[in-house]
């Protein structure tokens, strides 16, 4: 970012939550003055993608003071591999599709309306929303945060916010920060980041009616079972690949253990460091709004 501004955490945490409550202010007035009450299709979706990037990359540089030229000039050439990256881009889509829905496309609200004649735009609205978040999150949350309280530090407490300002589509959100998070850490760019957040929501969009497409006679009940237990056979054969390019190819070993035990001894050792990030004015206001807002729409699913 820029050399002259230092923020400390403390004020990294409070422009953060003061950024993300003007983005979530602002696109309420935008749908109101809309009237969206009448749908929320696929077309509302696009726009209020962009307004959500137009204004995320404003108040970024009016309070964060990073510009989109300064979030470029961080870029550094990857560290991976092309072949590494794509092997660690299908593996995280695929282990995150494992775990969670097959099919999820849509907000917490209101389910978007999407039919087989508006794929493209499904596929547009994809993009838009990977390139925007993983910029915003990874390419100025995370690298400000690593510049304050280390990489660890910055990915737990994105993942938290990502996760958070996504609802109620726990865990897909989680998962997939975590991954993209780590990613960027690792390569130093944005482009595997990038990546495997808009092929995640493309498989998203596209995994039902592919499969519906495939197998015509079966139920959506039966489709969806197949898609499951096909994605956990590519992700079982995607681990093969990746033991055997790291262990053959590059002749390096992974220790699992041995990375969690370094993750908690960064954890324990910046613990206070969490407490000032997430009890700044701007930051406990966002976490009060978010969680009240998550409660309410829970308490609303529950009683239905």
């Not at 809309?34 to 979706?45: E, F, Q, R, T």
């Not at 881009?89 to 609200?109: K, M, Q």
Request: net charge positive.
């Amino acid at each position: 970012m820029r050399e002259k501004v230092n923020l400390t955490l403390q004020q990294t945490s409070n422009r953060i939550g003061i950024t993300l409550l003007l983005s979530i202010l602002g696109v309420s007035l935008f749908a109101n003055s809309l009237g969206s009450s009448a749908g929320y299709n696929i077309d509302w979706a696009i726009r209020e993608t962009l307004l959500y990037a137009s204004l995320y990359i404003f108040l970024c540089f009016f309070l964060l003071k990073v510009s989109p030229k300064a979030v470029m000039r961080r870029q550094k050439r990857s560290r991976f591999t092309f072949i590494e990256s794509v092997l660690w881009a299908f593996w995280a889509v695929f282990l995150n599709f494992s775990i969670c829905d097959l099919y999820s496309v849509g907000n917490s609200r209101t389910p978007i309306k999407i039919n087989l004649s508006q794929i493209w735009a499904g596929l547009l609205f994809a993009a838009l929303t990977g390139l925007y978040e993983e910029y915003v999150y990874r390419g100025i949350f995370l690298t400000t945060l690593c510049d304050n309280g280390g990489s660890v530090l910055a990915v737990i407490c994105t993942t938290l916010l990502f996760s958070l300002m996504h609802g109620t589509q726990f865990p897909a959100p989680l998962l997939l920060s975590i991954m993209t998070g780590c990613f960027y850490v690792m390569s130093g760019n944005l482009l595997l980041p990038i990546a495997t957040h808009i092929m995640n929501d493309w498989f998203g969009v596209l995994l039902t009616p592919f499969g519906s497409f495939l197998f015509p006679q079966k139920s959506y009940d039966e489709v969806q079972f197949i898609l499951k237990w096909s994605c956990v056979g590519i992700l079982v054969v995607l681990s093969l690949l990746l033991w055997i390019y790291y262990h053959f190819y590059k002749h390096s070993s992974v220790h699992p253990i041995e990375k969690l035990r370094m993750i908690g001894n960064e954890i324990k050792n910046h613990k206070n460091d969490y407490q000032k990030f997430f009890c700044t004015p701007g930051m406990s206001f966002l976490l009060f709004l978010v969680l009240g807002n998550l409660f309410v729409t829970l308490a609303s699913f529950i009683k239905k």
